[in-house]
Structure formats: structure tokens, C-alpha cells
T-cell receptor, first 112, second 114 residues
């Protein structure tokens, strides 16, 4: 069964700190990976996509991918209270018709 | 760009009635749209892939006769929950991919069946 695993949290970090969110996937055929942010009662919002091993930075966000370890992470620098949300990791199989498999999400709380 | 809208945002209906949810891509054309369902504190589960001009592809365990999908144009897909029951109460979200690389989600429709 194709799975994406995340720690449900909550992960609590103080304001200004770095939040580190982790995700593992089971299917080695996965080629594309995405991080979505979901506020309570709202739909997911795309934050980052990553397709190659290594790091990809966009503002305060850095996505990291290690295909050998089947591991994806998201770092949020200078965390703000507005970053408090659930972060969903998703993978897409090559040739999978653009279908996404989502993890259960990690709840992040940024405390003042 | 890449804006997806849904209507209605919230609907309450009686058990046994049917509910139609619309998903529109506002600034791009989408030959494929996806319908998800999310129960409280759970992740998104893909229900079906909506294909413009052809039949939808349903995921295993999703009843195609209960969840009718029509993708009549390049900017509109509809999901009809037929004979809704309380266990169908959920957050229904559609998505579309303008470039084949990244899916963008609609704001979701919260369905409550009494």
C-alpha cells in the first residue's frame, strides 16, 4: 500500500524559532513531493513542491528531499504565530495521472 | 493565477436528499479535476478523478452511483452526492492542475446531512 507518513504532533515551537516538519513515503516510484498548509476549516494551500534530491528554498521555507532515505522535510525559519496550521505532505507517482497521496498532516503551533 | 472555486461553501440537507457541488477553474482550463473528502482530523482522501468529456475514474471503495461526477466543460466539474446520509457528512474539496505539475485546491464544501 502506498503510504505517506507524518507525525501528527502537535509540534510546538516558540516564535522566531525554526520549525522542522518531517515526512516519509513508502513507494519508491514517487517522484514529486508537495507541502501544503491547511488552516482549521479551510482547504489546503500549496507551499512548496520538490522533485530533486537536495534543498529548495522559497522565502522562509526550505523543502528537503532524500530519495534514498525516502524522506521529505519542510523547514520554516523565523516561525510566526500565523504559521500555526496543519502541514500536509503529499507524493505523486510518476505516471500516476497526477494523483496525490497525502499524509495525515502535522499540526504546528507557534507560541508567543 | 491558478484559482479554483467551489460552490456552495456550506450545505445542510436532510437525509435522503441529493446535493450538488460545483468546482470551477477560474483562470485556466482543466481537462482533469480531482475530488477529495476529508473527515475531521483526518487527511484528504482522493475520491475520484474527473475527466472532461469522459467518465470519471473512481478510487477503490468509492461508490460511483452514489457520488456522481460530471465534467461538462474545461472549467467546471460537479459532484452530486445522491441520497445523502449522515455518514456522508464531510468536507469535500476539489483540485485542478493548470500545468500538470501542481494541484491547487478549491475552498471546499462542508456538507452536513441531518
Amino acid at each position: 500500500q502506498k503510504e505517506v507518513e507524518q507525525n501528527s504532533g502537535p509540534l510546538s515551537v516558540p516564535e522566531g524559532a525554526i520549525a522542522s516538519l518531517n515526512c516519509t513515503y513508502s513507494d519508491r516510484g514517487s517522484q514529486s513531493f508537495f507541502w501544503y498548509r491547511q488552516y482549521s476549516g479551510k482547504s489546503p494551500e500549496l507551499i512548496m513542491s520538490i522533485y530533486s534530491n537536495g534543498d529548495k528554498e522559497d522565502g522562509r521555507f526550505t523543502a528537503q528531499l532524500n530519495k534514498a532515505s525516502q524522506y521529505v522535510s519542510l523547514l520554516i525559519r523565523d516561525s510566526q504565530p500565523s504559521d500555526s496550521a496543519t502541514y500536509l505532505c503529499a507524493s505523486e507517482l510518476t505516471g500516476g495521472g497526477n494523483k496525490l497521496t497525502f499524509g495525515t498532516g502535522t499540526q504546528l503551533k507557534v507560541e508567543l | 493565477g491558478a484559482v479554483v472555486s467551489q460552490h456552495p461553501s456550506r450545505v445542510i440537507c436532510k437525509s435522503g436528499t441529493s446535493v450538488k457541488i460545483e468546482c470551477r477553474s477560474l483562470d485556466f482550463q482543466a481537462t482533469t479535476m480531482f475530488w477529495y473528502r476529508q473527515f475531521p482530523k483526518k487527511s484528504l482522501m482522493l475520491m475520484a478523478t474527473s475527466n472532461e468529456g469522459s467518465k470519471a475514474t473512481y478510487e477503490q471503495g468509492v461508490e460511483k452511483d452514489k457520488f456522481l461526477i460530471n465534467h461538462a466543460s474545461l472549467t467546471l466539474s460537479t459532484l452530486t452526492v445522491t441520497s445523502a446520509h449522515p455518514e456522508d457528512s464531510s468536507f469535500y474539496i476539489c483540485s485542478a492542475d493548470p500545468s500538470g505539475n501542481e494541484q491547487f485546491f478549491g475552498p471546499g464544501t462542508r456538507l452536513t446531512v441531518l
